[in-house]
């Protein structure tokens, strides 16, 4: 049978409710019309979705399993009618995507391209956090979703890792280790270092591995990716840096000797956990894991 969307709604009501004066007082209808609206859905089904007795209403073993499924097709008819919504009053939508630094490197720009190309109507503002913010813009609730760098604090945070890549030590050119082609990270043990002034412990102890976070030779204190290059290039301090660094932040003076051992720099989408994520944003997000499933190489 072709399941009427009302249908599944008096399913899902239901089974949220497991009591059917509760459920037919939330979806304005009678009880009786309820109980027989959920019999007409069961026997077009010809499985039973929920077993009844006095005392109770609980889910059949079928009706656990077809639940979830009856959930994500009325999230995706809602998302549906939204979009003709917009479309039928001319208005686009705003979605605001934080991100730090050039976190996820060309897949921003072909996210950007291939989400235009299907949701038109849809105006994206790509906001550019400080180095101090690892949430992208998260937790000033400044951004609706944010292209971040792992590890980070995720109290309140939900994330989803797209791609890794390597990391790499950057020097001034006359550096000692500069001629390495590659180097360990005992190397750079004692070694003053670049920092955000950030909260996030994780984030930090990330930047000056291998060395105590709270013992380490801190040579200067950035905020952005001009910032940090200034400082290695007037020998102030020498930082990690994912492997795209050598693409971007490549300056004259820089040198980008690769690390052995470092621990993988990882890209991620985050957003705030219990946030109702717009359709733009759930569509972002989707076309992100897409392109990350073939991500550029480094």
Known sequence: MDVDVRLLRYFVTLADELHFGRAAARLYVS???????????????????????????????????????????????????????????????????????????????????????????????????????????????????????????????????????????VLPADHKLADRAQVVLDDLRGEPRLVTSTPDQLFRAFALEPNDSQQASVGAVVTTVDEFSEAVLAHRGIALAPASGRRYYARPGLVFIDVADATPSTVAVAWRTGAALSQPAQAFIAILQDLAADALPT
């Open 31 to 169: 009880q009786p019309a309820l109980s027989k609206q959920i019999r007409v859905l069961e026997d077009g089904l010809r499985v039973n979705l929920f077993t009844r007795t006095r005392r109770q209403v609980t889910l059949t073993p079928a009706g656990a399993s077809l639940l979830p499924r009856a959930q994500a097709v009325l999230a995706a008819y809602a998302a549906f009618r939204s979009e003709v919504d917009l479309l039928r009053s001319g208005q686009g939508a705003r979605l605001t995507v934080g991100f730090i630094a050039q976190a996820a490197n060309e897949l921003t720009p072909l996210a950007l391209r291939l989400f235009r190309e299907r949701h038109s109507h849809v105006q994206v503002d790509m906001r550019q956090a400080s180095l101090d913010d690892s949430s992208g813009g998260l937790r000033s609730e400044t951004v609706e979703i944010a292209i971040v760098r792992l590890p980070i604090e995720d109290d309140g945070l939900s994330i989803a890792p797209l791609l890794t890549e390597p990391r790499v030590v």
